[in-house]
């Protein structure tokens, strides 16, 4: 998730031009499916059951965050929405959680 912070700041400015939006929607298209990459490594390696259903959901969420981008349309708002995703959040902390 902090791979996201730089393009959280660049969304959280106003009057960000048709450029800095496509910027920022390919950042994220990287950054998630750089995190679903690692996400599925993950699942892959843990012989915890509960721990690889908590690393599923985690990619469930990814997995949306990726269809949410790519259905943004480069709207400003909606990309700031998926980085905010509270799925997200969620199934993060409970990754974190278990892995404490």
Known sequence: MDALA???TTLGRSGLSREDLAKATNDLNT???AMHTGVAA???LT???RLKAKLSAYQLAVEQA???VEGSD?????LKAVIDSP???TAENAVT???A
Do not use: F, L
């Open 6 to 8: 730089p393009v959280a």
């Open 31 to 33: 950054a998630y499916t």
């Open 42 to 44: 993950a699942a892959e």
């Open 47 to 49: 012989g915890d059951p």
């Open 66 to 68: 990726i269809v949410a």
């Open 74 to 78: 480069g709207e400003q708002a909606k």
């Open 87 to 89: 799925a997200m959040r």
């Open 97 to 99: 959680a278990a892995c």
